[in-house]
T-cell receptor
């Protein structure tokens, strides 16, 4: 089955800085890579996704890149704001296997 | 308004007492899933359904059952709950590609004593 590793587990940045979260996956057949944001006490929320026929996708301040050869994908958040503070999860495949999450803390 | 609902939101029960957690969506989505979330382990899929009467096991199906008799509902059944099933449970629904949209329910916090 699929195995997803996510790093770092905790990321602390200053407001306005960029944040990068990285995930690797094991199953070369995986073709769908979503990212979720979960604020404290709330449900996960799909924020961006990328499919295997695309190398990069951007939506305002967030972007995701995919390297299928190396089997890794990354979430990039630019100009971070305190409201970006949350736990972020990556996942691989249409029936998802999740990473263990990254707690992002944005200091004002 | 697009919505996924779960009931109950909180439940404390005892070992062996059968329980059902309901999940309902109003978006006519084909895909529905159940996950459990445990500290340090992230989200793990229990069961998923790709359409009515089509269900399959996820990563951690032991001790759980599901059914999908109608498109909008996907209940999670614990026939004989045990303390290791104490967890936060989420269901979700999603449309198929290419216009994928996915929504999670609000979560059900289950404690099995």
């Amino acid at each position: 089955g699929e195995n997803v590793e996510q790093h770092p587990s905790t990321l602390s940045v200053q407001e306005g800085d960029s944040a990068v979260i990285k995930c690797t996956y094991s199953d070369s057949a995986s073709n769908y890579f979503p990212w979720y944001k979960q604020e404290l006490g709330k449900r996960p929320q799909l924020i961006i996704d990328i499919r295997s026929n695309v190398g990069e996708k951007k939506d305002q301040r967030i972007a995701v890149t995919l390297n299928k050869t190396a089997k890794h994908f990354s979430l990039h958040i630019t100009e971070t704001q305190p409201e970006d503070s949350a736990v972020y999860f990556c996942a691989a495949s249409r029936i998802p296997t999740f990473g263990r999450g990254t707690s992002l803390i944005v200091h004002p | 308004e697009a919505q996924v609902t779960q009931n109950p939101r909180y439940l404390i029960t005892v070992t062996g007492k059968k329980l059902t957690v309901t999940c309902s969506q109003n978006m006519n989505h084909e895909y529905m899933s159940w996950y459990r979330q445990d500290p340090g382990l992230g989200l793990r899929q229990i069961y998923y359904s790709m359409n009515v009467e089509v269900t399959d096991k996820g990563d951690v199906p032991e001790g759980y059952k599901v059914s999908r008799k109608e498109k909008r509902n996907f209940p999670l059944i614990l026939e004989s709950p045990s303390p290791n099933q104490t967890s936060l449970y989420f269901c979700d629904s999603s449309s198929g590609s290419p216009h994928n949209e996915q929504f999670f329910g609000p979560g059900t916090r289950l404690t099995v004593l």
